[in-house]
C-alpha cells in the first residue's frame, strides 16, 4: 500500500485536546478501512497566510498513512464534510 501525507487545519476555537482528539479519530477511520496510521504530529495554532471562513488562525495537523485509496477516499470524504476541519491537502 503507498504511503500518504495529510496536513489538515481545524478551527482556531477548538482546544488542544479537541484538535488531538480529531486527529485520533481521523486515525480510527484509516483502520476501520484496513489502513493504518503511520505518524501523526500536531503543529499547534498557527497563523495563515489569509482569512478561511473569517478564521486568520488554526490547527495544523500532519497525518501519515499506509493505506488503500479507498480507505483515503473515506478519509477525505469525512474530513470535507467534517465541521472544524477547514482544508485538508493529502500527498501520495
Known amino acids: ?9 481545524a478551527r482556531q476555537d477548538l482546544s488542544n485536546t ?3 482528539a480529531l486527529i485520533e479519530h481521523f486515525g480510527t477511520v484509516l483502520s476501520d478501512n484496513e489502513g493504518k496510521l503511520v505518524d501523526s504530529e500536531y503543529w499547534g495554532v498557527k497563523t495563515m497566510a489569509y482569512k478561511i471562513n473569517k478564521n486568520r488562525k488554526g ?12 480507505a483515503i477516499h473515506e478519509m477525505e470524504r469525512l474530513m470535507r464534510l467534517h465541521e472544524d476541519v477547514m482544508r485538508v491537502l493529502t500527498i501520495k
Open 59 to 70: 490547527h495544523y495537523a500532519l497525518l501519515r498513512s499506509d493505506a488503500p485509496a479507498s
Open 1 to 9: 500500500m503507498p504511503l500518504y501525507e495529510h496536513v489538515m487545519i
Open 18 to 20: 479537541q484538535a488531538e
